[in-house]
């Protein structure tokens, strides 16, 4: 049995439940989440916002806009995050999620600031930098993110997405040898990285010509 169909069916006896227990919120948020994983962001939605009706709870209003976000909706995401940091004004995933919606919705200055807050606030994170790194690339601000990336790879040596991107940035400027060299040290860690093999494929290929 895939593990898709293992969500499904947890799913269907959830929906039992639910039916004894229609005012349980945990079993709702449960019902969303599933939903929610399995890619039915709008019956994820249904029962999150079922389920966020019942109390203030800063877990189930994650999830619902997580919901949100996946349906293509950060107006009512980014509404939900700033509820959710109301109550924890610290909650990491909240605020990078939010950071997202911003950038998403236009405001790449508010989403830069929020970025750049997280470094700040959880600075041995290697995900903050790369996260960081990665709205920098975005906004064709090369070095800064490659900066961003090597911050990564000094807090945690396997972030390969982090090889990766600083590679891909190095092929991009011409600088060839530089860029295996980086794809290279990333395949150490992890030798079955799909995208990093093609790169590493793609940098001997010059190199030959």
Known sequence: MSSL?????????????????????DIL??????YLII????DAISYLKQAAEHGNNP???YNLANAYSENDDPVKAQELYLKVL???????????????????????????ELFNYLTRLNSQDPLSHLNLGNFLLRQNRHIEA???????????????DSYYNISWVLMKAGAIDKALEYAERGLKNDP??????????????????
Request: charged share 35%; hydrophobic share 25%.
């Open 39 to 42: 890619g039915q962001t709008e």
């Open 86 to 112: 109301e109550e924890k004004p610290d909650h990491i995933p909240s605020l990078n999620n939010l950071a997202g919606c911003f950038e998403q919705t236009g405001n790449a200055e508010k989403a830069e």
């Open 146 to 160: 490659v900066k961003c990336y090597q911050e990564s790879i000094e807090r945690d040596e396997n972030q390969t």
């Open 59 to 61: 877990t189930v209003l």
């Open 5 to 25: 169909q293992k969500i499904q069916e947890e799913i269907e006896k959830l929906l039992l439940e639910a039916q004894t227990n229609p005012a349980d919120a």
């Open 192 to 209: 079955d990285h799909s995208d990093l093999k093609d790169l590493s494929s793609r940098l001997k290929s010059k190199l030959s010509e």
């Open 29 to 34: 948020n449960e019902i969303g989440v599933g």
